[in-house]
């Protein structure tokens, strides 16, 4: 289904990814003895998305202008995409892009999709120069 240069792979969300879906999707404080009343708490089941960029830290030694437009750019095809598939971007710090969707197709389906993209993108980029996504989804 993937050729050698796709590569869509489940990673561990960051902490700093945990805590951020804590403060956007919820209380991040609560403890097994704490009394909440359940019609105070609205539970939904989510898709997230996390994606960073392989190799972002040699990228932006290399040539930090080229690099932050390179992601710039990407971001935005990244940011449509997740849009077309029934997705928000929930937080897209430095190399980052965190979203939620309401459907793990639509989530796994956008991976795929934004691989493509960025795999065409790359193309005529030199092999060293070249931005690529790492991206896991969690649900």
């Not at 935005?76 to 997705?87: D, F, M, R, T």
């Not at 430095?94 to 309401?102: I, M, Q, R, T, V």
């Not at 991976?111 to 996504?133: L, M």
């Amino acid at each position: 289904m993937f050729d050698k240069s796709v590569e869509i792979f489940n990673i561990s969300m960051s902490r700093y990814c945990l805590s951020r879906l804590h403060t956007v999707f919820g209380p991040h404080n609560l403890r097994r003895n704490d009394r909440v009343a359940t019609e105070d708490i609205k539970r939904k089941i989510s898709a997230i998305l996390s994606a960073d960029v392989a190799g972002y830290s040699r990228l932006m030694e290399e040539d930090e202008v080229v690099t932050v437009q390179t992601v710039e750019s990407y971001r935005k095809a990244v940011s449509a995409l997740i849009e077309q598939h029934n997705g928000r971007v929930v937080d897209s710090p430095g190399d980052n892009l965190l979203a939620e969707f309401g459907s793990v197709v639509d989530a796994v389906q956008c991976a795929v999709e934004i691989q493509h993209i960025i795999k065409a993108k790359n193309a005529g980029r030199p092999v060293a120069r070249r931005t690529e996504f790492r991206i896991g989804i969690n649900l």
